[in-house]
């Protein structure tokens, strides 16, 4: 595509050209300094941040830090009895008259007025029942000191004769004793023979035992092992005040359970978590699936506010803690002086864009025969749109004297149109042409 230029004279246009190189030259040899300040990027600074330390509290680990769980109760054997009877009997035939009688297989109800059993261990508390199939009756309760439990059976069947009486209920009765609410002994009576049977010879003890978890840090951790998840989040700096909100994500639905200001460490029951998540698509015949547990940070400082997030997954079968927009970084910029000469610059560029312009916009052009004469004379010169008559007879003269002579002596202006020059005489026109 070709531009139009713009025409200048052929002289003035060189020498404006020949002004222009001069000028960037000159710029070009002097070294003028540059004062002018100006901004440069210095780099990024860390406006706030927050970091995550986590730990899990696992049922069994190789390794980590025990932690006290809380106690569970564990029946021990502390003592396994031996027994042996004695009583005291009534004077009669069977016993030779004799008031006390030893380790008999049987004892006989009508005569026998105490019966003693003695075990191979001292201190021992017991208590005493009188049972049938349709009660329980506590008859005593003691403590002794050497190992011998008396029992009044003239007592017990006495007692037994009035429960008879009031119950309607004729049941052969059981005396059961029973030794530091562990051991057993059973009297059974049956048509009239009392007859002993050691049902339990173990004296046990519940004994509190401290159960212990194992404390430690992973980057993941055995949801089939882990009990609580602890996180301790840290700021940088320190806000003015910071909350969190535990959102738990079901599917399509955000559940908050919790919000609080953090001023301790977040302890999490997964298992718990998990299992409010099973029960909730349980109720609304959701398809299963593995929940996402959120919590939402926002600290809040004197002039902004940071909200940070965290999500705890299940990543095949492990809990992973993952961390989100977890800092704030600005960039930072600095005033400086530059090596970088801008003066030198700009007193070469301007005079270079002149030159280019000039060397690619413009053409030079040498003045035509007309603009030298109209130059000089241009107060006797006078220019027009419409060329000479062409119906009056026309007078060729041969050079601009002659037209500027007969102009002087008929006192006429010379009419210009083009390369033509001409003066108007009544039915006569003077005309000079330039070739």
């Avoid at 007859?195 to 004994?207: A, H, L, R």
């Avoid at 700096?237 to 994500?249: D, G, Q, R, T, V």
């Avoid at 002659?402 to 009544?426: F, T």
Wanted: aromatic share 14%; hydrophobic share 40%; glycine share 2%.
């Amino acid at each position: 595509m070709i531009t139009n230029k713009t025409k200048l004279n052929r002289n003035l246009r060189i020498g404006i050209i020949f002004l222009l190189v001069l000028l960037i030259a000159i710029a070009a040899y002097y070294d003028y300094s540059s004062t002018i300040p100006h901004t440069v990027f210095a780099g990024y600074q860390l406006k706030s941040e927050m970091s995550i330390a986590t730990q899990g509290l696992l049922y069994t680990y190789p390794i980590g830090q025990n932690k006290l769980l809380g106690y569970t109760n564990v029946t021990k054997p502390i003592a396994y009895l031996g027994l042996s009877t004695y009583a005291y009997v009534k004077s009669s035939i069977l016993y030779n008259n004799a008031t006390v009688v030893y380790n008999q297989t049987y004892y006989f109800l009508k005569l026998t007025k105490m019966l003693f059993l003695k075990f191979n261990v001292s201190n021992i508390n017991y208590k005493i029942y009188l049972s049938t199939l349709y009660y329980n009756v506590l008859v005593s309760q003691n403590l002794t000191d050497k190992g011998v439990i008396p029992i009044n059976v003239t007592g017990i069947c006495n007692l037994y004769n009035k429960l008879e009486d009031e119950t309607g209920v004729y049941e052969q009765p059981t005396i059961n004793v029973i030794i530091n609410n562990s051991a057993i002994v059973s009297l059974n009576i049956n048509e009239g023979v009392i007859s002993i049977n050691f049902i339990k010879n173990t004296i046990k003890q519940v004994v509190k035992i401290p159960v212990y978890g194992k404390l430690v840090s992973l980057d993941e951790y055995p949801i089939s092992q882990l009990i609580t998840l602890y996180l301790y989040p840290s700021f940088y700096p320190k806000p003015i005040s910071a909350n969190y909100s535990l959102i738990l994500k079901i599917d399509n639905f955000n559940f908050i359970l919790e919000q609080s200001n953090y001023s301790k460490p977040i302890m999490l029951n997964i298992t718990q978590l998990y299992s409010i998540a099973k029960n909730f698509t349980l109720i609304y015949n959701l398809t299963p699936t593995t929940p996402i547990i959120y919590i939402n940070f926002t600290a809040k400082y004197s002039n902004f506010t940071f909200k940070p997030y965290i999500e705890i997954v299940d990543n095949s079968s492990m809990i992973q803690v993952l961390e989100y927009n977890n800092s704030i970084i600005y960039s930072v910029y600095e005033t400086a002086d530059s090596d970088f000469n801008y003066f030198n610059l700009i007193y070469a560029i301007l005079p270079l864009i002149a030159l280019l312009y000039l060397l690619l916009f413009t053409q030079g052009i040498s003045p035509s025969p007309l603009d030298i004469i109209m130059k000089k004379y241009k107060k006797v010169i006078i220019m027009v749109n419409d060329p000479p008559p062409s119906e009056k007879k026309m007078m060729r003269v041969n050079n601009f004297s002659e037209l500027l002579k007969l102009s002087q002596i008929l006192a006429k202006p010379i009419m210009a149109n083009g390369n033509k020059l001409w003066i108007h005489d009544e039915n006569l026109v003077y005309m000079y042409e330039f070739q």
